[in-house]
């Protein structure tokens, strides 16, 4: 069993729609980072939660220490987001590496 | 402009061929990593960086060699290249150990 899970793997929506992405863990953190991959390969940083919540523009990212569970939820999807979009986290004690889940495509169509 | 830059962005080398995949941020973090991106396999971390001189392995080391004589750079070095060292590779940088992860370009390689 992988350290990070993500569901769904695949998720196409239509403009407009809300959106989760959701990501289970099953280690001890210090962090968790939301990230994401458009066609071609960059990756950019959306989020880093250790508790609660957080919000930049459309995207709202939540993270439940005690179920090991955190979610990214896209309002007012656009095709823009169309993306994979990746869990990490940074686990705790000791180990520094980073641990990736498998990734979320999403393709959200006009 | 803050940036991770990585060079070359594409490669392509025989087995055995040592070569050099550079690193280099200007933000002044301290800690820095490479990742390997592979189909199925998603993103894995191969060596992280404290701090200058302070290096350490992550989940797929083997093959590699990294080193951090500055701040700023951070070259990942394979000695003698496999095919199976064909891979998206990454370098990232943040602040401390727990940070906002910012990624390079990535560079593309194919081993033959």
């Known amino acids: 069993k992988n350290e990070v899970e993500q569901s769904p793997q695949n998720l196409t929506a239509q403009e407009g729609e809300f959106i989760t992405i959701n990501c289970s863990y099953s280690?001890?953190?210090?962090?968790l980072h939301w990230l994401q991959q458009h066609p071609g390969g960059g990756i950019v940083s959306l989020f880093m939660?250790?508790?609660g919540k957080k919000k930049h523009g459309r995207l709202i990212a939540t993270i439940n220490i005690q179920e090991k569970h955190s979610s990214l939820h896209i309002t007012a999807s656009h095709p823009r987001d169309s993306a994979v979009y990746i869990c990490?986290?940074?686990?705790?004690?000791?180990?520094?590496?980073?641990?990736f889940g498998s990734g979320t495509r999403l393709q959200v169509q006009p | 402009e803050a940036q991770v830059t990585q060079n070359p962005r594409y490669l392509i080398t025989v087995t055995g061929k040592k070569l050099t995949v550079t690193c280099s941020q200007n933000?002044?973090?301290?800690?820095m990593s490479w990742y390997r991106q592979d189909p199925g396999l998603g993103l894995r971390q191969i060596y992280y960086?404290?701090?200058?001189?302070?290096?350490d392995k992550g989940d797929v080391p083997e093959g590699y060699k990294v080193s951090r004589k500055e701040k700023r750079n951070f070259p990942l070095i394979l000695e003698s290249p496999s095919p199976n060292q064909t891979s998206l590779y990454f370098c990232?940088?943040?602040?401390?150990?727990?940070?906002?992860?910012?990624f390079g370009p990535g560079t593309r390689l194919l081993v033959l």
């Open positions: 990232a940088s943040s602040l401390r150990e727990i940070g906002t992860q910012y």
């Open positions: 280690v001890g953190i210090s962090a």
């Open positions: 939660l250790s508790s």
């Open positions: 990490a986290v940074t686990s705790s004690p000791g180990r520094r590496a980073l641990t």
């Open positions: 933000m002044n973090h301290e800690y």
């Open positions: 960086s404290m701090n200058v001189e302070v290096t």
